[in-house]
């Protein structure tokens, strides 16, 4: 009788407690005047409407796609600044995740390194990052260990979150762009020989290609990343930032500008890569982290039904 009272005070007392705040805010399609609404309860402000200083924190809320209204901004600045405080927290996140696929190599290559093995649990994983990463070798046994350890550290690494800001912003035109509006991509990643996508429009008439879409912003900006990391064509790119991470130099998205000097068909794209970072002051977000505080509360009744728990599954890591 005793074990049942205290069985039911313990239920009570955990109905009456308030609800414990989520790590993350990931967050369904809205409106943009709701989207204002949750930043001013949160207080998601900063110099310049948008750079979090001194803190350098920034909260972890994370849109699905961004607000159907988005289009009605007609204030250049107005747009530009929300476009930032929108993908801000995107890169950091993105690179929240890559950082976690790179401890695990580490691990990996220390306990290689000890016993000149791994296990097959280890195996199993190893050949997933390989395949994502599309790292291919003939190589077999602990050659093949060793190989695969050591490029998929050359591979799993992070982006300056300024360098996919900026070029997010300069691929949609802080947002304007039809890619964003009826593809939800922050980046124009075209699927060959397939006709899932968005048609190219006054581009070309070469019918192969389409324009990649997407189920979140945040699978838009991983699959970015990933192509970052794994295509062969971005190889200088990843080795200047491993010469700069054994430096142990802050890797800031000015630096990596110019590696992608062969990469754009656009004129001086590299140049207006980093004049886009530089004007904008977003070096300043590369020095910056993820912050659950900012979000302890719980969204008002209003908003709540906005919210997405658990992390939906389109904004899941690929593997």
Avoid: C
Avoid at 28 to 42: A, M
Avoid at 68 to 77: G, L, Q, V, Y
Avoid at 140 to 159: A, F, S, V, W
Avoid at 253 to 262: N, Q
């Amino acid at each position: 009788m005793i074990q049942r009272l205290s069985a039911i005070v313990f239920v009570l007392i955990a109905l009456a407690a308030p609800a414990r705040a989520a790590e993350e805010l990931w967050l369904k399609p809205l409106k943009l005047s709701q989207l204002e609404e949750i930043y001013r309860f949160y207080d998601y402000t900063g110099e310049r409407g948008y750079l979090r200083l001194p803190s350098y924190q920034y909260p972890p809320i994370f849109l699905s796609s961004f607000p159907d209204d988005f289009a009605t901004i007609t204030d250049e600045k107005k747009r530009a600044v929300l476009f930032i405080k929108i993908t801000a927290p995107l890169a950091l996140k993105v690179n929240q995740d890559i950082s976690a696929e790179r401890r695990e190599v580490l691990a990996m290559k220390q306990d290689f390194a000890t016993r000149q093995e791994l296990s097959p649990a280890q195996d199993k994983r190893l050949e997933t990052l390989a395949r994502k990463y599309d790292l291919f070798s003939r190589l077999k046994g602990y050659p093949r260990t060793k190989h695969l350890l050591n490029e998929l550290l050359q591979r799993i690494d992070t982006m300056p979150p300024s360098f996919l800001i900026a070029m997010a912003a300069l691929e949609t035109d802080f947002g304007a762009s039809r890619i964003l509006r009826d593809g939800n991509a922050l980046f124009k990643q075209l699927s060959w020989h397939s006709g899932e996508g968005l048609k190219p429009e006054g581009e070309t008439e070469d019918d192969s290609y389409r324009i990649k879409t997407y189920p979140s912003l945040y699978a838009s900006m991983s699959d970015f990343a990933l192509k970052l990391n794994s295509a062969i064509a971005y190889r200088p790119m990843r080795d200047a930032r491993a010469a700069w991470r054994n430096r142990g130099d802050v890797l800031q998205g000015t630096t990596l500008a110019y590696s992608l000097l062969m990469h754009s068909p656009l004129k001086n794209y590299a140049g207006i890569l980093e004049y886009t970072i530089a004007f904008y002051e977003l070096n300043i977000i590369d020095k910056s982290v993820l912050d659950s505080k900012m979000i302890l509360r719980p969204l008002p009744q209003a908003l709540a039904p906005l919210a997405q728990t658990p992390r939906p599954e389109s904004a899941a890591p690929k593997v």
